[in-house]
Nanobody, 125 residues
Framework: QVRLVESGGGLAQAGGSLKLSCAGS????????MGWFRQAPGKERESVAQ????????GYTDSVKGRFTISRDNPKNTMYLQMNSLKPEDTAIYFC??????????????????WGPGTQVTVSS
């Protein structure tokens, strides 16, 4: 069983930046697709970005393309989300999650079996 813990959330002004980290336990961190999801109050959880096991494949939701960058450092069992040009509508709880071993473009939340507790990101206008 993998344990995931997010960090790096906080308060930012519109146009600012934050970098989220997701630390994972276990020896097979680098064998799985990983993803970042977010959930705003009153809204469903949505995928933000996903990365294949080796980092060779990336996927982003349209609203963050060109602003957010997902990456991972498998020897450190850590995944990142660099968020630039933040907007108030990026305000949400951000979760990291572990998906399947194989890469599939546009996986939904149901394909991810292990989740972190989340970290709050608040962007003020």
């Amino acid at each position: 069983q993998v344990r995931l813990v997010e960090s790096g959330g906080g308060l930012a002004q519109a146009g600012g930046s934050l970098k989220l980290s997701c630390a994972g336990s276990g020896r097979e961190f680098g064998s799985y697709t990983m993803g970042w999801f977010r959930q705003a109050p009153g809204k469903e959880r949505e995928s933000v970005a996903q990365i294949s096991a080796t980092g060779g494949y990336l996927g982003y939701t349209d609203s963050v393309k060109g602003r957010f960058t997902i990456s991972r450092d498998n020897p450190k069992n850590t995944m990142y989300l660099q968020m630039n040009s933040l907007k108030p509508e990026d305000t949400a709880i951000y979760f990291c999650a572990r998906g399947p071993r194989a890469w599939h473009d546009g996986l939904t939340a149901g394909a991810f079996g292990s989740w972190g507790p989340g970290t709050q990101v608040t962007v003020s206008s």
